[in-house]
């Protein structure tokens, strides 16, 4: 396992590395933002322990460059500010973990072999797919630019037909992750809650039935 640490603070930075090495985890150093994505632009790393607050390029920004490269690098942010809102903005960013200063050099180790284990394909932290920009964090939907009210059902079903990526989605399996355990299998509400979903997302469809499949979503019929 390699990691980046991105810390401005060289005692900190001195003994996350000692302690990562100690675990037989490889650890380079960056003391900015800007060090940090030239790093990451040259090494491949499992993983960024990343100050929210380095100089140079701020940490928001580093995450959203590794985020927006694809690679699957997992992110740990460290902050000094607990605050819920911060909090919220970090994991909209697509980070994995997070840690507030002062921590215990174990925790980190701890959470670093964890994020390690997640598959390395993740879900982008905002779908967009034929015009539909999908934010799970804020709950939000927006087609074309417009906003969308669409119902916490509704929003469930289109966030599992837009992570399918064009993949068929069964009834079953929307179901599945839609709907809790007690849901009747028996139920209509799958083809309901698809075709409500379908009139407020407007015209061009962007919903497909697939005959005796299920729903797939994308700008085309196919």
Not at 35 to 48: C, F, H, I, R, S
Not at 125 to 133: N, S
Not at 160 to 165: D, N, Q
Request: proline share 5%; aromatic share 6%.
């Amino acid at each position: 396992m390699r990691v980046l640490v991105v810390e401005d603070e060289p005692f900190l930075a001195d003994a996350v590395c000692a302690a990562l090495r100690l675990e037989a985890i490889a650890a380079d150093v960056a003391p900015d933002g800007a060090t940090a994505l030239e790093l990451l632009g040259v090494n491949q790393y499992d993983a960024v322990v990343l100050d929210r607050d380095v100089p140079e390029v701020h940490g928001d920004d580093v995450a959203r460059e590794v985020v927006g490269s694809g690679v699957g690098t997992r992110i740990i942010m460290v902050t000094a500010a607990d605050r819920l809102d911060d909090l919220e903005t970090g994991f909209e960013l697509g980070v994995d973990d997070y840690l507030t200063k002062p921590f215990e050099l174990r925790e980190l180790v701890l959470r670093l072999r964890a994020v390690a284990r997640r598959p390395v394909v993740a879900t982008p932290p905002v779908l967009e797919a034929a015009d539909v920009r999908l934010d799970p964090f804020r709950r939000e939907v927006h087609r074309g630019g417009r906003y969308v009210a669409l119902t916490r059902k509704q929003f469930a079903v289109l966030e599992v037909l837009m992570t399918a990526a064009g993949g068929v989605v069964s009834a079953e399996d929307l179901l599945e992750r839609a709907w809790d355990q007690n849901a009747d299998p028996f139920t209509n509400a799958v083809r309901i809650t698809v075709s409500t979903l379908r009139k407020r997302l407007g015209e061009p469809g962007v919903i497909h039935t697939v005959p005796g499949v299920g729903y797939r979503f994308g700008d085309d019929a196919r």
